[in-house]
Structure formats: structure tokens, C-alpha cells
């Protein structure tokens, strides 16, 4: 039971439980993601509600293709979280006091984003290469949750 926001045992047991699962869920929307570096996935959730979902790749009308001939991202490619919050935008939802769930932290510029349209919660999978997302998001007092997949 939750008595002045203080969640017992019981309580944070069930969270977990539910966001290993959303977690899983944006695991496999990343598997749509055509890039080859990185598969990345993300599911926002709003009152028990998936609200909107997004992988990483191009913007819409664009050649499915992230890498140049190097290997190289191409400068262009969304990240999931945008494709996520974008889509939000174009609906009649919002993600004002959402969760996202991200299979890799956010970079700065995703984090700006995340911040800018009220997403109170961020869990993820996988720590991005630049932490500095993450840094930003502790100093706006966003909830974190960083939880690895287990092995299944």
C-alpha cells in the first residue's frame, strides 16, 4: 500500500515487474529499427497506458538506410525517444508525468526533450557511451531507473 508516497516492499515489487516488462516491450519495438550500429527502443506509459513508442531511424519519406559507406550514423537518424515524442506531439495525448522506457539512456539533446514535455520518470536498459543525458535529467530531478536485462 502506498501511504504518503512512500511505496513498500510489496509495492516496488510490482513497479518492477512492470517495468522489466515495458522494458522488454521497447526491446522488441527496437528490432524494427533498421540501423546496424545499435537497435534502440522506447515506450512511453501513461497511467497504465502505453501513450507511444519509437525505435531509431530515418525521419518518414527517407531511404531506411542509418549508415553512410563508413559506417558512420547518419546525421539525420532520430533517436527512439524522438520518434516517441514526436509522435506523442501529433496526437491528441501528451507526455506531461510519463514514464519512458528506453533499452539506452538518452543523449543530452534527447534528454532536453524528455524534460521539455514533462516525462517524469525514465527507466532504461543500457548506459549510452556519453552519461552527460543522464547528468542532466538527475539535475532536473527526473526519476531514474537504470535496470539491465536479466537473461531470459
Same mark, same amino acid.
Given at each position: 500500500m502506498i501511504s504518503e508516497g512512500i511505496l513498500t516492499y510489496e509495492d516496488e515489487e510490482k513497479q518492477e515487474r512492470y517495468d522489466r516488462a515495458y522494458l522488454r516491450m521497447a526491446r522488441e519495438w527496437s528490432q524494427l529499427s533498421h540501423c546496424h550500429r545499435r537497435k534502440v527502443g522506447a515506450i512511453i506509459v501513461k497511467e497504465g497506458m502505453v501513450i507511444s513508442d519509437g525505435y531509431n531511424g530515418t525521419p518518414a519519406g527517407f531511404d531506411n538506410c542509418c549508415e553512410g559507406d563508413d559506417g558512420a550514423t547518419l546525421w539525420y537518424v532520430l533517436h527512439a525517444e524522438a520518434n516517441a515524442i514526436? $509522435? #506523442? !506531439?501529433? @496526437?491528441?495525448?501528451? !507526455? $506531461?508525468? @510519463?514514464?519512458?522506457?528506453?533499452?539506452? @539512456?538518452?543523449?543530452?539533446?534527447? @534528454? $532536453? +526533450?524528455?524534460?521539455? #514535455?514533462?516525462? $517524469?520518470?525514465? #527507466?532504461? !536498459?543500457? +548506459?549510452y557511451k556519453d552519461g552527460a543525458g543522464i547528468d542532466l535529467l538527475k539535475e532536473a530531478g527526473i526519476a531514474l531507473k537504470h535496470l539491465p536485462f536479466k537473461d531470459e
Open positions: 514526436s $509522435k #506523442v !506531439a501529433r @496526437s491528441t495525448n501528451n !507526455a $506531461k508525468d @510519463s514514464t519512458l522506457y528506453l533499452t539506452l @539512456s538518452p543523449c543530452k539533446d534527447c @534528454s $532536453k +526533450m524528455i524534460l521539455q #514535455v514533462g516525462i $517524469k520518470r525514465v #527507466v532504461y !536498459a543500457e +548506459m
